[in-house]
């Protein structure tokens, strides 16, 4: 089971980029797929999780109404396009995936998600 983050990148203020998150080894659709981040010297923050299955979502009130999560179930792969960046979105951005069953109500705690990508870096320059 593997995920692969990609899409990050250098983004003035203001602007927008698209993370992806591939998915081998299992196939979505029974499970959450979320959006944590880490800025150095902080904790790791949940921004955004959705159900592979119905597609529902949820975001962290940092990230609401500027990121958008969606997936793409024929291409084992979850997006986060994110608007309106601002120099405090730069961290290291990771995808992370967990059973529907095993993650309710626990969606912003890292530990309760079981796979993990590699993360991708977005650094957003004022």
């Known amino acids: 089971v593997q995920l692969q983050a990609s899409g990050g990148g250098l983004v003035q203020s203001g602007g927008s980029l698209r993370l992806s998150c591939v998915a081998s080894g299992f196939t979505l659709g029974y499970h959450a797929i979320a959006w944590f981040r880490q800025a150095p010297g902080k904790e790791r923050e949940g921004l955004s999780c959705?159900?592979?299955?119905?597609?529902?979502?949820n975001y962290a009130d940092s990230v609401k109404g500027r990121f958008t999560t969606s997936r793409d179930n024929t291409k084992n792969t979850v997006y986060l396009e994110m608007n309106s960046l601002k120099p405090e979105d730069t961290a290291v951005y990771y995808c992370?995936?967990?059973?529907?069953?095993?993650?309710?109500?626990?969606?912003?705690?890292?530990?309760?998600?079981?796979?993990w990508g590699q993360g991708t870096q977005v650094t957003v320059s004022s």
């Open positions: 959705i159900n592979t299955g119905d597609g529902g979502t």
């Open positions: 992370a995936a967990a059973r529907m069953s095993t993650i309710m109500g626990r969606l912003w705690i890292p530990d309760g998600y079981e796979y």
